[in-house]
């Protein structure tokens, strides 16, 4: 709280009515004496709650404030990825001109798992490079079938 000088003003009217230019010069040196040490007694309190209270507290903090650096941190980093992931959710409905049609992308996922071969096929057997077995030229014979017989089907159905 902070007085102007039209407070002061006001206030030393009021102690020159009530008090009298006699006594007001003494009254002014007591109170001007009493504010000295008001404010002594003020700072000597403040000296040594800072001196016994709040000095060792911040020491003892530090050790407490280094051991959450690192805490403080990963949690940074988690914040960061959260608002990247809310960020990401919002946009996953909204189309990006740059992104490729999904037939396209499900192409390019799936033609790197094509390109390996299986694990027993990276050593064939040399007889087994050279000619076929009767038993893949069965199997092929028998997978071709099923799609005739389907195709005799859906002819026959829509006849």
Do not use: C, H, W
């Not at 002594?40 to 209270?53: M, W």
């Amino acid at each position: 709280m902070k007085i102007g000088a039209m407070e002061l003003v006001v206030i030393f009217i009021v102690a020159l009515l009530v008090i009298g230019p006699d006594k007001l010069p003494q009254y002014a040196r007591k109170f001007g004496a009493a504010m000295r040490e008001f404010r002594k007694a003020s700072q000597g309190v403040t000296q040594e709650l800072r001196e016994s209270v709040i000095d060792p507290l911040e020491e003892a903090q530090k050790p407490l404030r280094e051991a959450m650096e690192p805490l403080e941190d990963i949690s940074k980093g988690l914040k960061s990825d959260l608002n990247a992931v809310e960020k990401d959710l919002k946009n996953i409905g909204k189309s990006k001109p740059q992104e490729t049609k999904p037939a396209e992308a499900a192409d390019e996922k799936t033609a790197p798992a094509e390109e390996k071969p299986a694990p027993a096929e990276e050593k064939p057997a040399p007889a087994e490079a050279a000619a076929p077995t009767d038993e893949a030229q069965a199997d092929s014979a028998q997978v071709s079938e099923p799609a005739a017989d389907s195709e005799e089907k859906q002819e026959g159905e829509s006849a």
